[in-house]
Each structure stands twice: as C-alpha cells, then as structure tokens.
C-alpha cells in the first residue's frame, strides 16, 4: 500500500476522485488537504466529509488550508460545481464535524517528513506553494507529485491557453514548477489533454444506477448539475471527470503516457495560468514535468467503474464494455 495525501478543492470530480482512492487497495489515503478552488476552502472541508460519510470513512482526517490564491484575488468555480460546490445535491452537512486546528500545511509538512508519502493535487497548487515557504525539505520529500492541471496541445477551460487549478492560482503553480526545476524533481501533469477524454455519459450512468443503485444513485445526484454544464457550455452530451484520472495514474502508472519537458507556467497577462511547455527543448533546462498526452481510456473506465461499484470484471464486461470500445 502507497501512502497518499489527497490535496483537493471538492468538487464534484474531487469527490469522485476521492470515491476511486478509497476504493483502491494499493492506496493509503492517509489525509485530505483542502484549498480554495472550486468552493470555498470552508465548504470544500465539509463536502470532503459528506464523501467520506457517504463511503463510511470518517476515520480518514481532513485538513483545511489556503483560502485564497498567492497573489491574485480568489475566484471560486461555483457556476461549474454549483452553489454547494456539489452538484446542488445540497447533501446535509455530517453532523459534529469540527475544523481541526491543525492546518493542511501542517499535516503535509509532518506527514511528508515521516517519508514515503506522495500528493495526488486535485485542486490549486496554493497548499503546496505554502508548504514550499514554509519547509522546503518536507516539500521535496514528497514521494511522487500527481497534479491535475494545466495544458499542453489542448485549449484551456479558463481561457484560450489555461486550465482553472492554474489559472486560479498561477503563482502558486509557477513556484511549485520552478522549485521542482531548481531540485531536479518532477511533477506528473494530468492537464486537460488527457482529462477531456473522460467523458461521464448519461448512458454510463444509467448503468450505473443498474447495476449499484446506492452509488449510482448518489453519484446522479452530484452529476446532474455537471451535465447541464457541459451541455451549455461545450455541448457535451455528459460530463468531464478530470480528478479521478489523477488517482488512477497514481495507482497505474501505465494508464497515460507522454512526454518529459521543462514546464513554467504563466502568471500574468493574457496567458496566465498557461502551462509552456517546452517540448522541442528550446530552453535546453532540464525537465521538471511529466506531460501526459495519451490516456488509455479502458484501463481507466474498468479500474473506476468496478472500483467504484465494487463489481467483478466480468460484470464490468458484460454490462460496460460496450461503452469503451
Ligand atoms: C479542474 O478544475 C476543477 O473544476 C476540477 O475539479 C478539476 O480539478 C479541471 O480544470
Ligand atoms: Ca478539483
């Protein structure tokens, strides 16, 4: 079992993402650190705990951190997640959840010093941009960096070139690229090119709900809102689940392949957020990023769908298959 710490702004995908690592036995999650992105980091906090109710995990601890990006003013993807940062589920509240004092950098910087714990980021880069200030050491203990973020051949999802977790924390994503630069580390970048790819439909989920009308169900009620989203904005017939792509990559490494190259990303301007990546070697640095550009769909679909619904693979077989052909 790998230790994770799960560092999210959930979300309506974060919490799916969550769904698969909880559901994974080669993973550990052994926390959840909350930032500002999608909700607000107060919100984020208690829809992480609506998850973990829902999976019977409570025992997993959740932290809460940044409430706003480094430098720029914080802007929250509410139109995209809805007014609950959760589809408009509007899912009660866990009873007798308390903010821990101990923030999200605290818990990463003690956690990550233990050794032989990775990040999956599912969100902003701020936490880790704090942590970088805060313990340099604890941050280059992190055994592997899993980010969902940025964009290389694919547009972005803000603007022309930029994808949201950077583009809402540009500064933070810039210093995160850069230190890992100056250390000789390196991050896996699960950008949009590979994200948009996964596509829930509502065919999938209609099999779902068959099949496991408890998740399926539940999984409705966070998606709906999702859909009509992609349906007005990008005519998308469904939804893009960019987050749990980030967890199976951590759990299969095999699932998505692409290219190493020296990234920087943008922080002002009209490109801010932009992820350049210098993929002819024009700078002649060093790569500090793995830019995924391939993604093996079916792999994926079974290891979430029998995950996620605790189906056998036959059953993925017969009752999904079809969708991925
Ligand atoms: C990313 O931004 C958020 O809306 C999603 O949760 C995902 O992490 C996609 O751009
Ligand atoms: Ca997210």
Not at 47 to 59: M, V, W
């Amino acid at each position: 079992m790998k230790k994770i710490i799960i560092d999210c702004d959930p979300g309506i995908d974060d919490s799916l993402a969550i769904m698969l690592a909880l559901n994974s036995p080669e993973v550990e999650v052994v926390g959840i650190t909350i930032v500002a992105g999608n909700s607000p980091v107060t919100m984020g906090f208690h829809n992480a705990k609506k998850i973990l109710s829902f999976l019977g995990r409570l025992d997993v601890p959740v932290f809460v951190g940044a409430d706003r990006p480094r430098v720029r003013e914080y802007v929250n993807a509410l139109d995209t997640h809805g007014e609950d940062g959760l589809g408009e589920s509007f899912l009660p509240e866990v009873p007798g959840q308390e903010i821990p004092d101990k923030t999200a950098v605290s818990f990463l910087r003690e956690t990550l010093k233990e050794g032989g714990v990775s990040v999956v980021a599912l969100g902003p880069l701020t936490n880790l941009a704090r942590l970088i200030d805060e313990d340099l050491e604890a941050f280059l203990s992190i055994e592997r960096l899993v980010s969902m973020g940025g964009n290389f051949r694919s547009h972005g999802n803000c603007s022309p070139v930029a994808e949201y977790n950077y583009w809402e924390d540009p500064d933070s994503a810039k210093v995160v690229f850069d230190t890992l630069y100056e250390h000789h580390g390196r991050i896996e970048m699960v950008g949009l090119d590979v994200t948009r790819e996964i596509v829930l439909t509502p065919e999938i989920l209609d099999q779902m709900k068959k099949v496991n009308s408890v998740t399926g169900d539940f999984i409705e009620k966070i998606t709906v809102f999702y859909f009509k989203f992609h349906w007005e904005w990008e005519h998308i017939r469904g939804c893009v689940i960019n987050d749990p792509l980030a967890v199976a990559q951590f759990i299969n490494p095999n699932i998505l392949t692409g290219i190493e190259a020296f990234t920087e990303v943008e922080t002002s301007g009209i490109s801010m957020g932009q992820t350049v990546v210098d993929s002819m070697g024009f700078y002649r640095k060093e790569s500090n990023a793995q830019i995924f550009t391939r993604v093996d769909k079916k792999t994926f679909w079974e290891m979430f769908l029998t995950r996620i619904l605790g189906i056998t693979q036959s059953e993925y077989k017969e009752r999904f298959a079809q969708f991925f052909t």
